[in-house]
């Protein structure tokens, strides 16, 4: 019967249970947040995390089974280095965080208002800490957004001058160089010329003032210009936009600030012409006119057809009296031109001098009462036919003729002439004669 022999030994089995990462060091043993650490040991391999003390480090490469590196986060003093695997966590290596002295590299903006109030973002490095930041001497309100980003308030400058300041920023680690931050001037403007313009804009205007370089904006009212160019730092033009009636503030706005002058541009509606009196005159010119309408005020040309007014008088807002100017027979447009823009026409008539070439008959009884027809040009618009000085009473029967009944006067010659508003014609001779004797 066989025995077993239950006191022979067992062959032992491998263990399969991976070891622990290790660190045998690192490399360099100190810095500032921020200094990429080289860690050489064993079990590197699928590392899922570096720490410094407590802090994870925000970036690590797995070189090899043997090699990381890795980013030193924000920390300070003296804190162990751990690599952590799903095998399990290393020994720890001592590093040493040294402060370093904080650098601004940019700011954004980098110039202002004098009256500050704005946010400032410096950006740079080793600004964990940080106790002070100043625009110069004075001391700025900020917040440490990270090691490389702070937002700080812009003082506002007692006293001008106007012009760069150095920012700095403070930590334990020292005071960083100066940046230069400029302080800008509130602009300030003084006139707009012209001061008024057509409620359709796209008219320009010069702006007069100081402080417009770096002009971000003009307005007018709340309407932003269509256009605007700096010409210097005292003087910029703009085109008007779309506005009005009535006045509104212009304003100018640069990285200084936004205007607060009382400057006002006045939008005016377009001129409206509704009558000529009279509507017609001689080709000469040189009679007067009254034209009526609306918006008439402040006239800068009363034109008939293209040719302008020898003279005009802006009588109200409603009336302007004008001299014809000299043209040639036909009818011309007539418009007004004011700053607010062009009006309507109206129309106005030049009539040549009237001619008269017969009378049939051309004579009759002293006692008159007779009909005799005139024959000549321009006879449409005749408001009066005189023998000698004495009107008598006509019909016009077409440019070329009208009918007139003599007035009774003196035996003899009379000269008989027409009237128009074009002028009055040369005379032709009519003769009367006295009544036969019994």
Aim: net charge neutral; no cysteine.
């Amino acid at each position: 019967m066989e025995r077993s022999d239950s006191s022979m030994p067992h062959a032992t089995q491998p263990s399969t249970a991976a070891a622990a990462p290790a660190i045998t060091t690192r490399s360099p043993s100190s810095g500032a947040a921020g200094t990429v650490v080289t860690l050489t040991g064993t079990g590197f391999t699928n590392a899922t995390a570096v720490k410094f003390g407590g802090a994870l480090s925000a970036s690590f490469t797995v070189v090899s089974a043997t090699g990381i590196t890795a980013v030193a986060p924000a920390g300070a003093g003296t804190v162990q280095i751990t690599v952590t695997t799903p095998d399990g966590t290393s020994n720890g290596v001592g590093f040493t965080y040294t402060i370093a002295t904080p650098t601004i590299s940019s700011l954004a903006p980098n110039q202002g208002s004098v009256e500050g109030g704005n946010a400032v973002m410096l950006t740079g490095t080793g600004f964990t800490g940080a106790t002070s930041v100043r625009f110069g001497t004075l001391a700025a309100a900020f917040t440490v957004v990270s090691d490389t980003q702070v937002t700080a308030i812009a003082p506002a400058v007692p006293a001008v001058p106007v012009g760069p300041v150095n920012v700095t920023i403070t930590t334990p680690g020292g005071t960083s160089a100066g940046i230069p931050y400029t302080y800008v001037a509130v602009p300030v403007l003084g006139s707009v010329a012209p001061a008024q313009g057509p409620l359709a804009g796209g008219n320009s205007v010069t702006l007069s003032g100081t402080g417009f370089t770096g002009t971000t904006s003009v307005r007018f009212g709340v309407n932003a210009a269509i256009a605007f160019t700096v010409v210097s730092a005292t003087q910029l033009t703009a085109v008007v936009p779309t506005g009005g009636p009535g006045p509104v503030a212009v304003m100018v706005t640069t990285p200084g600030g936004t205007s607060s002058q009382a400057v006002s541009y006045y939008y005016l509606g377009a001129p409206v012409l509704n009558s000529v009196i009279p509507g017609s005159g001689q080709v000469g010119g040189g009679n007067s006119v009254t034209l009526t309408g609306a918006n008439l005020l402040q006239a800068t040309a009363v034109r008939f057809g293209s040719t302008a007014a020898t003279a005009y008088t802006t009588l109200s807002a409603t009336e302007i009296r004008a001299t014809v100017p000299p043209g040639v027979s036909g009818t011309v447009p007539v418009n007004v031109t004011t700053p607010g823009g062009t009006s309507n026409s109206v129309a106005y008539l030049y009539l040549s001098t009237p001619v008269v070439v017969g009378l049939v008959p051309d004579r009759g009884p002293s006692a008159g009462g007779n009909t005799v027809t005139v024959t000549g040009s321009g006879l449409t618009y005749t408001t009066a036919v005189l023998f000698g000085s004495v009107s008598a009473g006509f019909s016009v029967v077409s440019d070329t003729q009208l009918t007139t009944t003599a007035p009774p006067g003196a035996v003899g010659a009379a000269t008989v002439t027409v009237v128009t508003p074009g002028g009055t014609s040369i005379g032709v001779p009519y003769t009367r004669f006295g009544s036969p004797a019994i």
